[in-house]
């Protein structure tokens, strides 16, 4: 009788690459709160300062928490899948509602000082980064958390979640550039031409960003990095096939 199967070992140059994410990430959030701590006064919420808490939150959730999110069945490859899918649901939700803080600081900083609010396209590229943010984790809970969803409807919006997953991290990332631009151009102006620290520092923070993009989506994208199927999962997976194709285990 044969013992149960042994975990699958993880690829070598894995937990150096997902180390290296972290590292830039931690770096990511880090130097944005030293540009706000340095050269935009920290933060507080009862002050004008109210407004640098929405590019540190949106930074910490929307890039920071939603790549780790995406990175968990990458980096736990052989616990339960269940303990699996909870961890990559409540890596979401922690980013859901600080991103949330995030919005709520800026439409009430503008509300203050009587700025206008969703003119400009980074907000509008925010909305809409948020919004279907929302709507992946619901219909992610729907499909993957849920107890009455079927094994066939997972297997169908799997490709698709995964899909709009890593599309909606990189929507984030390239928001929070446009955001970090729009930024330097209200505050430096013309300055910004003439390699004033502030900008150097910001241009750094965004090459970072772009970066921690760059590698986390390498990760997901590498084919023999995915998690391997479990004993569980592959009965499943087989039994689905058998229902949908007329195919037979035995015949595999």
Known sequence: ????????P?????????????????TVVATTGAWLGVYRGGIAWESALQFNVHPLCMIIGLVFLQGDALLVYRVFRNEAKRTTKVLHGLLHVFAFVIA???LVAVFDHHRKEGYPDLYSLHSWCGILVFALFFVQWLVGFSFFLFPGA??????????????????????SVATALLGLKEALLFELGTKY????????????????????????????TRADWKRPLQAEEQALSMDFKTLTEGDSPSSQ
């Open 1 to 8: 009788m044969e013992g149960p199967a042994s975990p699958a």
């Open 10 to 26: 993880a690829p070598g140059a894995l937990p150096y690459h997902v180390a290296f994410s972290q590292l830039l990430g931690l």
């Open 100 to 102: 949330l803080v995030g």
């Open 150 to 171: 079927s094994f066939s409807l997972r297997s169908r919006y799997r490709p698709q979640h995964v899909f709009f997953g890593a599309a909606i991290f990189l929507l």
């Open 193 to 220: 031409s003439t390699f004033e620290p502030e900008g150097v520092l910001a241009n750094v923070l965004g090459l970072l960003l772009a970066a921690f993009a760059t590698v986390v989506l390498y990760i997901l």
